[in-house]
């Protein structure tokens, strides 16, 4: 199921065509590093694009697998998941190394604020970027995010930096 459309970009459901790009992409240690530090085992990736991904999401919220249009190609997944609270959601995504630096990150979360404020009429944006991370910190910060605060996490000792974006600064920004 198509789900959204950006300019270069399309978000559908995940398909058993994706699973070889999303194994290859959390098998990265690159990617990784910011979202957990490490690389997932090979069976772990398989099993979960399997168990939690395979023709996932359904509806709005989820990690929607994200098709570079002039490739055809599986490049990462992109999406929202529904906040604790009512009207507030958390923006994510993940992209494969090869396609970072070329903007999509950026058109992708172009397309899920849009969605967030405009479809889904939510109040609150919030998004979550291991500290270090300052592209993607760069990148909310384009979109006007404000860093709200951080939380430590004891096991590992990451920083997560949490950032919000309200419906009324980013009608602001946009307008």
């Known amino acids: 199921m198509i789900f959204l459309e950006s300019e270069r970009l399309l978000f559908r459901t995940h398909e ?24 997932w085992p090979l069976e772990k990736a398989r099993t979960r694009f399997r168990d939690e991904y395979l023709g996932r999401p359904k ?7 994200t098709i570079l249009k002039e490739e055809s190609k599986y490049i990462g997944c992109c999406g929202l998941r529904a906040g604790d ?22 058109e992708a979360s172009q397309a899920f604020i849009g969605v967030a404020f405009t479809r889904l009429r939510l109040v ?28 430590e996490i004891p096991a590992s000792g990451r920083i997560i930096n949490l950032y919000e974006l309200t419906k009324s600064e980013w009608y602001k920004k946009s307008t």
Do not use: C
């Open 16 to 39: 058993l065509q994706d699973e070889s790009d999303f194994i290859s992409m959390h098998t990265d240690s690159e990617v990784r590093r910011y979202v957990g530090g490490r690389p």
């Open 59 to 65: 509806e709005t919220y989820g990690l929607w697998a």
């Open 85 to 106: 609270k009512k009207g507030e959601a958390h923006l994510g995504y993940y992209l494969a190394h090869p396609y970072w630096r070329r903007g999509f990150a950026s």
């Open 124 to 151: 609150r944006l919030l998004a979550d970027v291991e500290k270090g991370n300052d592209a993607s910190e760069h990148i909310l910060q384009k979109f006007g995010f404000q860093f709200i605060n951080f939380e």
